[in-house]
């Protein structure tokens, strides 16, 4: 069985090739944790040059939109893969999938509910701790 620090480094690694298969880049930087029957995934940098320039243009709120617009229609397009992944990952399904994108920062937040919550192995040895205490 995985730790908990080890399952969240998992599912950054997928997420990371995932957005690189799906979105032509990977982020700068990525960052998972598992929070009871959630999964919050933080990534970095996922902007594009080009998705950078039409957020600033001066008709912003249009390129905005369809900037957002985009990076929902291809996560949908690959939401089966990445649904798949979380699972074999962590042994559990996903409920379903909630995602924003900060076009001025170019973080996007993606947050998976599980069907249960994940067990890993620290958690087993502080249970094991608190029961024998």
């Known amino acids: 069985m995985k730790s908990k620090g080890e399952l969240e480094a998992a599912i950054s690694q997928a997420l990371i090739r ?26 970095k940098g996922v902007l594009t040059q080009g998705e950078l320039k039409l957020a600033e243009a001066e008709d912003n709120l249009r390129g905005r939109y369809l900037l957002k617009q ?30 924003d994108i900060s076009t001025k920062t170019g973080e996007r937040i993606i947050v998976f509910t599980l069907e249960r919550r994940p067990c890993y192995a620290d958690e087993t ?4 701790k608190v029961e024998s205490g």
Request: charged fraction near 30%.
């Open 125 to 128: 040895r502080s249970l094991l």
């Open 70 to 99: 985009m990076r929902q229609e291809l996560l949908d397009r690959g939401r089966k893969e990445l649904e798949a992944a979380i699972q074999s990952i962590l042994g559990v399904a996903v409920r379903s999938l909630h995602t």
């Open 18 to 43: 995932f957005e690189k298969n799906y979105m032509g880049r990977g982020p700068t930087e990525t960052k998972t944790f598992l929070l009871d029957d959630l999964v919050l995934v933080r990534l």
